[in-house]
């Protein structure tokens, strides 16, 4: 199979295919069903792992691209391409749904096609988002990410999957249609300014706005980022959609669909808006509101008594360290919110998936309903510890490496930002390590544990890979610093030469 | 040639007026000047000079408005072979063919209210008008006509 | 009397649609009452074959665009795209119908006479270049509308719906004839082109045009059913049997709508300062009404006629901002809309069944299980109607509001797509229903879907894909037509 003149069109499409492929299985046989979605993952994981091959770290700027005019009259093209940021996203995402679909063996039951259709429909708006260079292209995917999570959360989910399913479409739909005014707002001033209609990042980049109007669409696109990462105050849908989804659903949620909100600060609000986006009021109250979710993600985890709710509300204390690494906006704080957005998707991934494997066991996710479950699930009392240690940033794990980073980011700009969100951290031991002291260690004291069953050979093969890589980010983290390096150099020279424009501009 | 809007209008103002006022003093003329007799004959209804009898509010078949209705229609349609007769020199055979049309059309319209039974006036024994189309739609349970009433 | 009166072979070859029309629909109409009592599907092929032999007429009357009858009717892309697209509303509806009227044992030909005259009508006020044309083409839509609303006469809930749609109808078309009338007396013209050079000199009295454009306004509002004058839409739609409220929704508001941006961007085109506030309310105040009234709606007929205000109201954005993209943004949006909402409308024509007995929105429960094509089919005509990515109603809602803001209706454009964001909760309440409540009593016994009815939903639902994923389809088509021929 000759990948090379479009792998990337490949990657992006074969989830696709492969969900053709599920759905004309007859859904009688479900053994079969199952299968030929885990082939199907697979495939697409292999296909993306050419990129791991072929990827040149050394080179600045975006590889692979593909173009092709997709509306004419609109100025609309079929164009994509990676960089460093993207491609380990794109890893990242192939990486979890090919863990996903293997954890949802024995998981789900019901309407089993379509649940495998879904979650490779999924797999393949999140590719789009990190391979787009149109924008319009980027807001397709994005909102055509909506729809299989809807189901899948709606369908397969919790009791309370409809109420959580309308709250995640709602939220999110109304944050991205405002984001769409952005879009159009920068699409006519290209078009006023150079006389030529198009979508293509890479030339709306040159669109001079003056600073209130890039303001304004800064905020518009702003809205559509936020609700997505969730920052707070946006981010009520998210314990819901978490609580509620299936395993693999809330797995591609915190491991890969929160990273499109912080992708599209990086991809977009920086490069795109650099005068707004380094106006210091508005990177104040950005970085407040990134603290206020680092701090009130974790005091609110602190009190929960559901365990994959507790998951979900650390998810907003960590994703408040990204947007605060972003809004740094120096070298460190960037590379930082880079690397620790790959960091939380392999550890909040790891946590779910491990969630997932005890409430398939037990049917509940009551802290109060456990205590002493090491003496039963050894090995996965282990692998439940690695997961919490790399959460909650300890060193030579993966968490510590993109907190630290960000940190020294932060630091940077104002002292006071580390000072405040360093409590951040301390509070995500204390309840994850309070989780882990409920639920692991103790006595067994609850009789319907005793017939608990450790981890058998398909789960084991769902959480090593995560915990390998856990390992390795937090020992040996250079390759990823490395892929970084050129993606953020090039975004901060975009901020940089803006300055310079504006200081010669001004005096 | 006049140029404000009033002096354009002017005559109709003029002829308004001229109506409305005219109006006004024949009916006032009449209640004022007019003698007033009461009899039990004179407050009668007016029925081509036969002594009215029974209700007003009699039923009838359906079949007198449904002739009155088909009347009006092909009378109306009638209409416009007037002007088109006033023109039909000017025009030559354009008019001709046009007009040709228009009778065809009201032909096949006649054609098909005959066909229908609709000038059958021989009521029951024969076919009612469209009568496929009787069929009892009424749901036993009368729901839909409060669903139907409940405005926006 | 001119000498060049005879109209010439081009001049009919450009009017042929509606002739061939006519001449199908009283063929239908003399057929019917000839064949007696049987089950007259067949002729509802002889209206299909008709319509189709129209809109290849229709196109093929395109590569010769030009004026004909002393100006009265114009043929030009705008117009074509229009014939085009009420001609294929009208072979949906009749694709929809002929099972439901077997079933209702209605089967007649005279529904699809009715039909295809009520298409000429659409047909002539696409082509219309002059009010009085325009008149003639919305009395003939309208009329054959209006016993179609009423057809199953037994049924009490089409008696009140005909009865409603007429009365209102008729005012509102006295309205627009008044207007009519009015600028007649102002212009001494009822030709758009010579209203545009007349009204372009500024000599008649600016208030007075003005008060004619809004009478002919409340006129074409009524017929898009644009708040304030949406008031029907919702009875209609609900007491009329559902094939025929997809007819309603889709093509006489098509057409509408096409006679709007017609006359108001040509003819009132000079006092478009007067007119561009009062169609900014109108399509919020729509907009709004819409969406929140269908919020509260348990009928799915009712729904949809709700929500079909709320999409005259995107659609009105775009007339909204007065420029060649509105107008490309107008049409594209129509089809989609039509493909989207005739669909739908097909699938609650499946599903009514026995006089319409299930039209709840609550009589969907469990239909994923019971029934995956036709839940496959609402589900995506749902999402188009939500307007999501890779539908033909996303790219009509980006079109829309990418002319708004291309017009610096800024307000406007987002106060419109929060309407959208609103919209999507009663939309997903039907999928909420289809997929994650168990079968009720509605959902067993389920029919079959017949072979027409399933066409029309394929149909549908393909179009709407196309659309999404192709919008140049169709886009380059519009965004060259919308010139309308000036």
Redesign the interface.
Known sequence: MNMGDHLLSWILFTPLLGMVVVLAVPSSNKYLVRWVANLAALASFLVSLQLVLRFDTHAAGFQFVERASWIASLGVNYSIGVDGISYLLVILTTALTLLSVLASWSEVEERLPAYYAMLLLLETGILGVFLSLDFFLFYVFWEAVLVPMYFLIGIWGGERRLYAALKFFLYTMTGSVLMLIGILILYFAHANQFGVRTFEIADLMRVQLPIAAERTVFWLLFLGFAVKVPMFPFHTWLPDAHTEAPTAGSVMLAGVLLKMGTYGFLRISLPLLPNASQDWGIVCILAVLSLIAILYGALVSLMQKDWKKLVAYSSVSHMGFITLGIFSLNVKGLTGAVIQQINHGISTGLLFLLVGIIYERRHTREIAEFGGVAHRMPNYAVVFAIAMLSSAGLPLLNGFVGEFTILQGAFEVNPWWAALAVPGIVLGAAYLLWLYQRTMLGELTNEKNRQLLDLNLREWAVVLPLVAAAFWIGIYPKPLFEIVEKPVAQIMDRLHRTELHQKEVQP | MPTT?LERYFPVVLQAILAFAIGTLLIGASAILGKRVRNAVKNTAYECGMTPYGTAKERFSVKFYLVAMLFILFDIEAIFLYPWAV?FR??KM?AFFEMLVFVI?IL??F??I???GALDWTAEELKPV??????????ADPV??E???H?? | MPANFMPSAAEYFRFAPEIILTIVGTLVMILEAMTGDRDKSSLGYVSLLGLAAAMAAAVAANNDPGLAFQSMIIVDGFATFFRVLVLGVGMLTILVSTNYLSEAKANSGDFYALILFSVVGQSLMACANELIMIFIGIEISSIASYILAGYLRDDRRNNESALKYFLMGSFATAFLLYGVAWIYGLTGSTNLGEIRTVLSHGTAPTAMVGISAALMLVGLAFKVSAAPFQVWAPDVYQGSSAPISAFMSAGPKAAAFAVMVRVFYTSFDSISNQWEPVFWIMSLATMVIGNFAALQQRNIKRMLAYSSIAHAGYVMVAVTSHSAVGTAAVMFYLASYCLMNIGAFAVVTWMARDGEKFVEVDDFSGLAQKQPFVTAILTVLILSLVGVPLTGGFFGKFLVFKAAIDSHLMWLAILGLLNSAVAAYYYLRVLVVMYFREPGASTVNLPPVAGTLRVAMLVTTLGTIALGIFPGLILGFATQSSTLGK
Do not use: E
């Open positions: 809007l023109v000017d025009l354009f059309l096949a319209g054609f098909y005959y066909k229908k469209q009568h496929k189309i009787h069929v009892d739609l009424m749901p839909p006509s669903k139907v009433t405005a926006a």
